[in-house]
């Protein structure tokens, strides 16, 4: 079926906001209008503090920090939706939910480089399968496997200490 859009939202997308406005002088609906809803920032991270040579990396962090992303999810994400399932209790349910907004945009490096904050933040433009610039759909973005999709495996069923075995690569690449 297809998707309504809010005039809201259509007005959004009419006017390319992203395209002159800085992530700071957003307001809300254009800030929560970004996400792209792929849910890699669902999926656990290993993170590493000693310097290892390895292509996995989204970010070097502080103190020579490695992030790594794994495709373990979080247990409310629902993998054929790709969506949270707990979406306006999130921050209370899952503590360590990371919420990005105007004042934590620090954390914008433990996103994936294809993140709608994060590029707009390294002055990148939004990708081509980004759904603002496909009439609001999600359906390029799933066919250019750049959500997490159908792809994920349940922290449900994974131990803590094994997440360095489910260390892939597929959330950093970008297809533009
Ligand atoms: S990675 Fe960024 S764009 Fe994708 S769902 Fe998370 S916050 Fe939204
Ligand atoms: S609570 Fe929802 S938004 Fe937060 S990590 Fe879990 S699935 Fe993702």
Not at 36 to 47: M, N, Q
Not at 79 to 87: A, E
Not at 112 to 122: D, I, K
Not at 168 to 174: D, K
């Amino acid at each position: 079926m297809a998707k309504i859009l809010s005039p809201n939202y259509q007005s959004l997308i009419d006017s390319k906001y992203w395209e002159n406005t800085s992530l700071s002088d957003m307001d809300a609906q254009q800030w929560e209008a970004l996400c792209d809803g792929c849910a890699k920032c669902c999926l656990h991270k290993v993170i590493d503090d000693d310097a290892v040579e390895t292509p996995h990396y989204t970010h070097e962090g502080e103190a020579g920090e490695t992030v790594y992303f794994t495709q373990v999810a979080c247990q409310y994400l629902h993998d054929k939706q790709c969506g949270c399932t707990v979406y306006t209790t999130r921050t209370q349910k899952v503590p360590h939910c990371v919420k990005l907004t105007q004042d934590n945009l620090d954390a914008v490096f433990y996103m994936p480089p294809s993140c709608a904050y994060r590029r707009l933040h390294e002055n990148k433009p939004l990708p081509s399968w980004h759904p603002l610039l496909n009439k609001g759909k999600k359906s390029k973005m799933h066919q250019l496997d750049m959500s997490v999709r159908g792809k994920t495996i349940s922290e449900e069923n994974v131990f803590e200490e094994d997440l360095p075995e489910h260390i892939v690569i597929w959330p950093l690449e970008i297809a533009d």
